[in-house]
């Protein structure tokens, strides 16, 4: 790692401009700052508003959002295992675990996520995949469909592999993911989710198709609240050489998806409270 890149990085903040000027790719750095300050430091003051609130008893040293894995299994672990989680960290994933074209992978990364989902400083949020193979691959009552579209080659692997239990356990996991996770520090209202939101509209009111569809969040969002998302790759906005996760100028939006499906993507976590951010390997 170029410590003297970090430092720069940390004392001026990085635009989108030169963030691709200096080709970041060695897997870890800052991400560019969310307001005018700095990030926000004082994690004693951070407040959970989704989950009971016994949580905010507890201080999280980092806060860690996690971008699509879109079941590339090993791009998440070697990302992950830099990351070095404690239980003193909340950790909160964006949504898109599977992809549907990589069998193993996917199956690897719903094994790596459902028992860790029940760890309590874990969030698992939902993204579009899940929600679309919810309804293409099962039935209401969790087993798969007899005609599977072909997309989903997970759910082949379920249905050749025989493994009922599993694939009920694989279906209740899809079904109760959050759509959104709220929380505010130091008075900055925080809130995460695969997509997006609509500014003005309660979250409570907010459509599956704001939170888990929507491509075009980045350009049309002007609120106040600091939204993290997934879903939309950097690349596909500002070009195949942005490769770490971006803060969207002048807008107050994180873009967490790195292309992890993809060819030259990278699965990608940051720590919300500082902007460090960690990355898989090159692999290619
Ligand atoms: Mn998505």
Redesign the pocket.
């Known amino acids: 790692m170029n410590l003297t890149r970090r430092k720069f990085l940390k004392l001026t903040g990085f635009t989108l401009i030169n963030a691709g000027l200096f080709g970041i790719d060695t897997g870890c750095g800052f991400a560019p700052q969310i307001s005018d300050g700095n990030f926000v430091k004082d994690w004693a003051t951070l407040q959970i508003d989704d989950i009971p609130i016994e949580y905010n008893d507890k201080n999280y040293s980092r806060v860690l959002a996690i971008g699509?894995i879109h079941g590339n299994y090993t791009r998440f672990m070697s990302m992950y295992n830099k990351v070095e989680v404690t239980e003193n960290d909340l950790v909160i994933f964006l949504?898109?675990y599977i992809q549907g074209d990589k069998v193993g992978e996917d199956l690897k990364t719903l094994q790596w996520l459902m028992p860790n989902n029940e760890k309590s400083n874990f969030i698992m949020l939902s993204?579009?995949?899940e929600r679309e193979a919810l309804k293409d691959c099962f039935n209401d009552d969790g087993t798969l469909k007899e005609n599977l579209d072909k997309k989903w080659a997970f759910a082949e692997g379920l249905k050749v592999h025989n493994f009922p239990q599993f694939t009920k356990k694989v279906f209740d996991f899809m079904s109760n993911l959050k759509f959104y996770f709220r929380i505010t520090i130091d008075g900055k209202k925080f809130i995460f989710c695969?997509?997006g939101i609509k500014d003005g509209v309660a979250m409570e009111d907010q459509n599956e198709f704001t939170l888990m569809f929507n491509k075009e969040f980045y350009k049309e969002y002007e609120g106040d609240k600091i939204v993290v998302i997934?879903?939309r790759p950097v690349q596909t906005v500002y070009g195949k050489d942005v490769n770490v996760p971006v803060k969207v100028p002048d807008r107050n939006i994180l873009m967490l998806d790195t292309r992890c499906k993809r060819l030259h993507g990278y699965s990608s976590c940051v720590n919300i409270l500082t902007g460090e951010f960690w990355q898989s390997d090159k692999d290619w």
Do not use: K, L, P, V
């Open positions: 699509d949504g898109d993204g579009n995949m695969h997509a997934g879903h």
